[in-house]
Structure formats: C-alpha cells, structure tokens
C-alpha cells in the first residue's frame, strides 16, 4: 500500500482547507483509513479515522470543526478542515490500519505528510 497526500498549505485562522490521501495497491473493506498530525516537538497524535463503512472517530480538539470522509471506490480520504486554529498548524500524515486482516507484513501504512500551517 502507498499512500499519497494532498492539499495542505498556509490559510488564516478560521479558514478552512481539504486534504485528500490516494491509497494505491489493496486497501480491504476491513482497512481502517484515518488522518494523524506532528506539530513540531510533539508526538504524532491521531485526528480522525473512518471505517469503510463510514464509521468515525474524532479526536477532542478537532470535533465539530473537521469532517473525515472516504470513497471507498477510490481508495481515498479526505479530511475537511474548518475553522482552523494556530495550533491545528503540523505535518498531517494519511494512514491504513490493516491490522483486522488476517495476515498482513506490517500494521499500518503512512504517507508521506503534508504541511497545514494557520496564521493567526
């Protein structure tokens, strides 16, 4: 699995932005896809995630504000980001949690990150 994010970038607080990861290679119903930010000098924690079947999990701090969706037809996530706050600035990674497989070689796939930055 490769995972490919997009759609960071530099916006003012309040602002909104939409990030999308592309998944390439086998993504299964039972794969959970979800997004993970690091802002600097800190541990990489968990924003949202999603089941296939649409269900979801939202950190604290982002619920309300953000939407995590998925086309499972495209192998692809998105996360919708509004009213953005200086300290939603991190690298946003995209991530495949196989682990309900019955095999698999390791237990999560990362992307490469993307760069939200809000300006106050």
């Known amino acids: 699995v490769q995972l490919q994010a997009s759609g960071g970038g530099l916006v003012q607080a309040g602002g909104s932005l939409r990030l999308s990861c592309v998944a390439s290679?086998?993504?299964?119903?039972?794969?959970?896809m979800g997004w993970y930010r690091q802002a600097p000098g800190k541990q990489r924690e968990m924003v949202a995630t999603i089941t296939s079947g649409g269900s979801t999990n939202y950190a604290d701090s982002v619920k309300g504000r953000f939407t995590i969706s998925r086309d499972n037809a495209k192998n692809t996530v998105y996360l919708q980001m509004n009213s953005l706050k200086p300290e939603d600035k991190a690298v946003y990674y995209c991530?495949?949690?196989?682990?309900?497989?019955?095999?698999?070689?390791?237990?999560?796939?990362w992307g490469q990150g993307t760069q939200v930055t809000v300006s106050s």
């Open positions: 290679g086998s993504i299964f119903s039972s794969d959970v």
């Open positions: 991530n495949v949690d196989v682990r309900s497989r019955i095999y698999y070689s390791r237990p999560n796939y």
